[in-house]
T-cell receptor, first 110, second 114 residues
């Protein structure tokens, strides 16, 4: 099915653990993004990628790492999870005009 | 520094009436504005957009107005329906080296009462 998928949908992890959120798109869009949604802040950009092997920081990149070895995949890694990273994470891909979002990953760090 | 602001966290309207959601921005380099709608446990979905060269764009029950001098845009929903109850995000893009990345407002939760 065409679209953008995220996995897992829900994740609980412990403080200090490494966790990776996956994102896969089938449109071959060059641009991909990771946002986090928090009450009172809306959606804030964590990292984005213009193409395979090209990534750049967004508004709130600290504590996160991304990679993009293939156009269709854009995983987000929390190297050492903290409670402040409890959030809902959205991946998106863009044709440079419209962004299309995945269903989100709800991450809880305990 | 919040470049896109939605100052009303919530809005409640009666079914059939008009819903007006507001958004302000500070960066005059933004040249494209979008509204996204989000239901619980789902990702945001695109609703309507407007280029900075226009002041109005209409799509069915949804109309977006842009006032560049005031750096303000608004989304009008007429008539409002219970299915419109959702969180609405205003977003802006543009500037040098446009990458398509969006700057979002905080969101407004719209409740349409039957």
């Amino acid at each position: 099915d065409a679209g953008i998928t995220q996995s897992p949908r829900y994740k609980i992890t412990e403080t200090g653990r490494q966790v990776t959120l996956m994102c896969h798109q089938t449109w071959s869009h060059s641009y991909m993004f990771w946002y986090r949604q928090d009450l009172g802040h809306g959606l804030r950009l964590i990292y984005y990628s213009a193409a395979a092997d090209i990534t750049d920081k967004g508004e709130v990149p600290d504590g996160y790492v991304v990679s993009r070895s293939k156009t269709e995949n854009f995983p987000l890694t929390l190297e050492s999870a903290t409670r402040s990273q409890t959030s809902v994470y959205f991946c998106a891909s863009s044709d440079r005009v419209l962004s299309f979002f995945g269903q989100g990953t709800r991450l809880t760090v305990v | 520094d919040q470049q896109v602001k939605q100052n009303s966290p919530s809005l409640s309207v009666q079914e059939g009436r008009i819903s007006i959601l507001n958004c302000d921005y500070t960066n005059s380099m933004f040249d494209y504005f979008l509204w996204y709608k989000k239901y619980p446990a789902e990702g945001p979905t695109f609703l309507i957009s407007i280029s900075s060269i226009k002041d109005k764009n209409e799509d069915g029950r949804f109309t977006v107005f842009l006032n560049k001098s005031a750096k303000h845009l608004s989304l009008h929903i007429v008539p409002s329906q219970p299915g419109d109850s959702a969180v609405y995000f205003c977003a802006a893009s543009g500037g040098s080296g446009n990458t398509g990345k969006l700057i979002f407002g905080q969101g407004t939760t719209l409740q349409v009462k039957p």
